[in-house]
């Protein structure tokens, strides 16, 4: 008997794109947000409480 999984059949890959995003400035952690849904101009880290620097990452497009 052959099954096969209903659940891939109807899974599509959510768009992607380069998204603006606030990076933990700390070697040790890997803390990141994305700007669009940052409070602060220039946010701490909330996992160190390190300062965070802008950066760029290949993400899922998603709406507020």
């Known amino acids: 008997m052959y099954w ?5 059949d109807l899974q599509q890959e959510a768009p ?3 998204v603006a995003v606030w990076e933990c ?9 994305r ?3 940052s409070l602060n ?6 996992l160190c409480q390190t300062s965070m620097k802008s950066g760029e990452r290949m993400l899922c497009t998603i709406t507020k």
């Not at 101009?41 to 909330?46: A, I, M, Q, S």
């Open 4 to 8: 096969r999984s209903r659940k891939n």
């Open 16 to 18: 992607k794109a380069l």
């Open 25 to 33: 400035e700390s070697a040790d952690c890997l803390g990141w947000m």
């Open 35 to 37: 700007k669009s849904f």
């Open 41 to 46: 101009e220039k946010p701490k880290c909330p």
